[in-house]
């Protein structure tokens, strides 16, 4: 199985990480509202789950960065999490944020681009958030049009489980790459997420000869994505989805509406 949206011998796909986090508060509304406006057509987004088991959009397991408070995600509840409201960026101007659901952020996005949502947790997981990702992402029509992705393999398989036709991402992290290979292979994730910083000819080679894509994580300077595509990464998560000027840019064309 390949991802539909990669389209090998041409140039990488942008995905919009945590949404236009470069101009807006990352994992927000309108984080993935400027994304879509500058015309991304894949969007990722960090997920964790609240004390009351709903799937909430947000990078951390805890309030500190986002809204300055030191409280754990899974020790709220998603009302009390939405009481919290998220620190501004110095120069941007949006309305006052709270954390989204994940159900808000699909309703937001409407299909107008593939989602990748990131499910984090670590180690440990949340226990359940795998159905519930996928049934959120089955019920808002996202079947076929999103990807899930994780640095924890324990929850990639489990989603293998529930899902055979889910596209998936392994987040290589510190794993060494034929242990990741190995556990790629068991669960059918057909792509390898890795950090600019561990990127490699020989990575990108390895992966391509497996038959599996490789998409790079986070590139906001013009000179390093040239760079990777000549390399022929698959796809480069991006902060500023208008970096590159969509002239350029890769889209992916499935299913995709105008979000009517
Ligand atoms: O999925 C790529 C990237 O988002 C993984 O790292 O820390 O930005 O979630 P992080
Ligand atoms: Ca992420």
């Known amino acids: 199985m390949s991802f539909p949206f990669f389209k090998s011998d041409k140039k990488p796909i942008l995905i919009a990480h945590r949404g236009a986090s470069g101009y807006a508060p990352e994992n927000t509304l309108s984080a993935f509202k400027l994304a879509l406006d500058m015309g991304a057509r894949f969007i990722e987004l960090d997920v964790n789950q609240s004390k009351d088991g709903q799937v909430v959009v947000i990078h951390d397991d805890n309030l500190k960065r986002a809204a300055g408070v030191k409280k754990k995600i899974v020790d709220l ?105 190995g556990e790629m292979r068991e669960s059918h994730c057909e792509a390898l997420g890795v950090s600019v910083s561990q990127i490699s000819r020989s990575v990108i080679q390895l992966a391509h000869q497996r038959g599996l894509h490789v998409c790079v994580y986070t590139v906001n300077k013009r000179p390093m994505w040239e760079k990777l595509s000549l390399m022929r990464v698959d796809a480069i998560f991006t902060d500023f989805p208008d970096l590159l000027g969509m002239p350029e840019y890769e889209e992916p064309t499935l299913g995709l509406t105008n979000g009517e």
């Open 77 to 181: 509840t998603r009302e009390e999490i939405s009481n919290y409201p998220l620190k501004k960026l110095a120069n941007g101007h949006y309305p006052p944020e709270r954390v989204p659901t994940l159900e808000e952020v699909l309703t937001l996005i409407s299909r107008r681009a593939v989602v990748d949502v990131e499910i984090k947790g670590g180690n440990s997981g949340y226990t359940g958030i795998e159905e519930k990702v996928l049934g959120l992402l089955e019920r808002k029509g996202y079947n076929g049009m999103s990807t899930v992705s994780s640095f924890n393999h324990e929850c990639l398989r489990r989603v293998r489980e529930l899902s055979p036709a889910m596209h998936l991402i392994y987040l290589l992290g510190l794993k060494p790459l034929k242990i990741a290979i």
